[in-house]
Structure formats: C-alpha cells, structure tokens
C-alpha cells in the first residue's frame, strides 16, 4: 500500500485548498480509504472516510458541511477544503484501512500535507 499526499500550503481564513492522494498496491474496492488530520499535541483525528464496506463518505463534525472527499473511482482521492479555519492547521495524511471507518486512524498513512490556516 503506497499513499502519496499533495496540494497543501497556507491560506487565509476562509479560502480553500484541495488536496489529492495518490494511491497504488491496493484497490478501493478492498479497502476504507480517508483524511487523518495531526495536529500536535492531540490524538490524530480521522475527518473523511470512505467505508469500504457501504461506499459511503462519513465525515467528523468538525468538518461537515465544510470539506468534501471524492475520489475518481481508481487510484486517486480528493479532499476539497472550503472557508478553511485556523483551527483546521494540522498535517492530512491519506489513511488506508480494513472494512470500516472505525479502524482509522490506525492502517497505512502516506507521509502527509502540511495545511496552515492563518487568521
């Protein structure tokens, strides 16, 4: 399972980013597939998953309404992060899994994108 993170950077608040992850060793088919967001000083939080087991997309509250996750049905997924907040700062790393969100945010993580929100 090979994970590659892009499309950090810093914004402002408000504004947007999109990340991607590039995945390859694994199908989607197989696996449940996310966002893990590390902050420091906290536990890794998962924020979007994809389960593999109802192909749904489950996001945390602290996320909802605000970020976006696709993928285009391959390799590639998607995390489009709108009106951005400062306390959104953190590392995203792609996360791979078993069957269901609730193994994350343990699994495979790629090596993550650096995301800081300015106020």
């Known amino acids: 399972v090979q994970l590659v993170e892009s499309g950090g950077g810093s914004v402002q608040t408000g504004e947007s980013l999109r990340l991607s992850c590039a995945a390859s060793?694994?199908?989607?088919?197989?696996?449940?597939i996310g966002w893990v967001r590390e902050v420091p000083g906290k536990d890794p939080e998962w924020i979007s998953c994809?389960?593999?087991?109802?192909?749904?997309t489950y996001y945390a509250n602290s996320v909802k309404g605000r970020f976006t996750s696709t993928d285009d049905g391959a390799k590639t997924l998607y995390l489009q992060m709108n009106n951005l907040k400062p306390e959104d700062t953190g590392v995203y790393h792609c996360?791979?899994?078993?069957?269901?969100?609730?193994?994350?945010?343990?699994?495979?993580w790629g090596r993550g994108a650096r995301v800081t929100v300015s106020s």
């Open positions: 996360a791979a899994t078993g069957r269901y969100c609730a193994g994350l945010p343990g699994g495979y």
């Open positions: 060793g694994f199908s989607f088919d197989d696996y449940t």
């Open positions: 994809l389960q593999s087991s109802d192909k749904n």
